[in-house]
């Protein structure tokens, strides 16, 4: 049975304090400040733009159940890590190492000065923990000897022998958001704006499994579904450029995932995700830009 979860030490204490500034600014879109730095209003319609950043994600247990014409188990209560690249100016600002740690990426475009749709992708890592307990259920048959057995609330021990289960190139969210965008406060080209919305998409991890000794499999392909609500604090900067802070949790459905080369080899979870994301992105009015268009050429 899926069960929720504690982030605790899994997110970093940076992570922890921009879900803290996301949080207050979400639920004090309220409060007072001087007419000075009020937004007077919200042009947002016609605004395209794009950011990459980076994420730290954590994972609920879940139950993995394996299928193949060898055996049908499942193992309860898996623990599951993120794995993010630790730091490294060499990495994380290498235009040619970008996807090495856990990125997002997205575009998008506002239809209305406040409604907003895009398409992103976010690629997480998910990291079966060795050397946990788990409780195991089902038939393993005699083409795997070493565990053969029927089990009913046995325990198992994950280690390299008998499980190695990543989703690390990676666990791969591609999903369209709908969102709502609102400027809460303004100081000379500086806007503070929050935002909150829907995100649902496929995911295509690149599952790295080796069971029960058998042949390491690592390939893409399209296994399940996933849906999340997001919320952002943004600051934007001469109207152009933003940085922005996002928390995120939602749930995955992974219920076709390869585990070797034989199709009929199969595994299948599902679990609830957090997620916090350092963002840098770029915006381009269309609207301007069609405007300076239709200029040029009425000259």
């Known amino acids: 049975m899926v069960t929720l979860f504690l982030i605790g030490n899994r997110v970093t204490v940076l992570m922890k ?30 605004d395209a733009y794009l950011y990459w950043g980076y994420n730290r994600s954590a994972y609920s247990s879940s139950d993995i159940q394996f299928t193949s014409n060898d055996y049908n188990f499942s ?13 490294d100016w060499g990495v994380y600002f290498n235009l040619g190492l970008l996807s090495i740690p856990q990125y997002n990426a997205r575009v998008g475009y506002f239809f209305s000065d406040h409604c907003e749709i895009s398409l992103g992708a976010d690629h997480m890592k998910y990291v079966v ?59 000379k080209k500086f806007r503070l704006g929050i935002s909150e919305g829907l995100e649902v998409g496929g995911l295509v991890p ?5 069971l029960m000794g058998g042949e390491r499999y690592d390939e893409f392909k399209w296994s399940g579904y996933g849906f999340s609500g997001v919320g952002a604090v943004t600051i934007r900067i001469y ?29 299948r979870q599902n679990f609830f ?3 916090g994301n350092i963002l840098l992105g770029f915006t381009v009015s269309l609207n301007k830009k069609v405007k300076e268009i239709a200029e040029e050429v009425v000259k």
Not at 75 to 87: E, K, R, S, Y
Not at 206 to 210: A, C, D
């Open 129 to 187: 923990t060795q050397g946990q307990t788990v409780p195991i259920n089902g038939e393993i048959g005699s083409a795997y000897p070493r565990y053969e057995g029927m089990y009913i609330n046995d325990e198992r021990l994950i280690d390299a022998d008998f499980l190695g289960y990543e989703h690390t190139d990676g666990l791969n969210f591609i999903n369209i958001a709908f969102k709502r965008y609102d400027d809460i406060l303004e100081y």
């Open 239 to 267: 109207d152009n450029f933003f940085i922005q802070s996002e928390v995120k949790t939602g749930f995955m459905d992974l219920g076709a995932v390869r585990t070797s080369v034989n199709e009929v080899d199969r595994a």
């Open 17 to 46: 304090q921009y879900f803290l500034i996301v949080l207050f600014f979400a639920s004090s879109s309220t409060f007072a400040v001087g007419e000075k730095y009020r937004v007077k209003n919200n042009n947002r319609k016609g």
């Open 206 to 210: 690149k599952t790295n499994v080796t």
């Open 75 to 87: 193992l309860g209560n898996v623990a599951a890590t993120d794995n993010q690249a630790p730091f």
């Open 273 to 275: 995700f957090v997620q």
